[in-house]
């Protein structure tokens, strides 16, 4: 069975603060994916990873796909009140149609 | 573009009474849809997806019920809820045969059962 493990689970930090969350699995993905969902919506995909190894930024987002492509993580620099949320991996399946989604960490920055 | 709309947005709803939630996907043809709930702050747990119309397949077992009448449109049914049948049910798309199976989803539908 393949799971996606992320930690931590809840982070609260302080507006300027950099923050790195992790998302680990003992499976092989061919590719990650990282979701921000803010409250009452629906998830927004942010990345997809590829290549093992991979680093990709987005704007204060830094997202690193691990070499052997069983672990990512997320950095954020000078985080801001509007990058709270809930921060989701997801890989797809390796025999099936579905994506497998990570345990979620919850990101609420204050002002 | 393609756009993904889900709907009602808010429901509440006694015990025992019936659900329909519905979902359309616009500007593709033939996408894989997804049926999602997620408890409180937490992560997402897959309830149906469908690759095509009137192929359903079912992860959980309950009272719930998915149905595609056509290609583009996946709706969520119950006869009756129950307590637990609480949460936010998120629809989602992602194309066929794209193997990185990006998912793209609506808006979600609050539903509270009393």
């Known amino acids: 069975t393949q799971l996606l493990e992320q930690s931590p689970q809840f982070l609260s930090i302080q507006e300027g603060e950099n923050l790195t969350v992790y998302c680990n699995s003992s499976?092989?993905?061919?590719?990650l994916q990282w979701y921000r969902q803010e409250p009452g919506e629906g998830p927004v995909l942010l990345v997809t990873v590829v290549t093992g190894g991979e680093v990709k930024k987005l704007k204060r987002l830094t997202f690193q796909f691990g070499d052997a492509r069983k672990d990512s993580s997320l950095h954020i620099t000078a985080a801001q009140p509007g990058d709270t949320g809930l921060y989701l991996c997801?890989?797809?399946?390796?025999?099936?149609?579905?994506?497998?989604f990570g345990t979620g960490t919850r990101l609420q920055v204050f002002p | 573009s393609q756009t993904i709309h889900q709907w009602p947005a808010t429901l509440v709803q006694p015990v025992g009474s019936p659900l329909s939630l519905e979902c359309t996907v616009e500007?593709?043809?033939?996408?894989?849809l997804y049926w999602y709930r997620q408890a409180a702050g937490r992560g997402l747990q897959l309830l149906f997806y469908?690759?095509?119309?009137?192929?359903i397949s079912s992860e959980v077992p309950q009272n719930l019920s998915a149905s595609r009448p056509q290609d583009r449109q996946f709706i969520l049914s119950s006869k009756k809820l129950l307590l637990s049948d609480s949460g936010f049910y998120l629809c989602?798309?992602?194309?066929?045969?794209?193997?990185?199976?990006?998912?793209?989803f609506g808006e979600g539908s609050r539903l509270t059962v009393l």
């Open positions: 997801a890989g797809p399946s390796y025999n099936t149609d579905k994506l497998i």
């Open positions: 989602a798309w992602n194309a066929d045969r794209v193997v990185r199976r990006e998912l793209f």
């Open positions: 500007g593709t043809s033939n996408p894989n």
């Open positions: 499976s092989v993905f061919s590719s």
């Open positions: 469908s690759v095509g119309i009137g192929q």
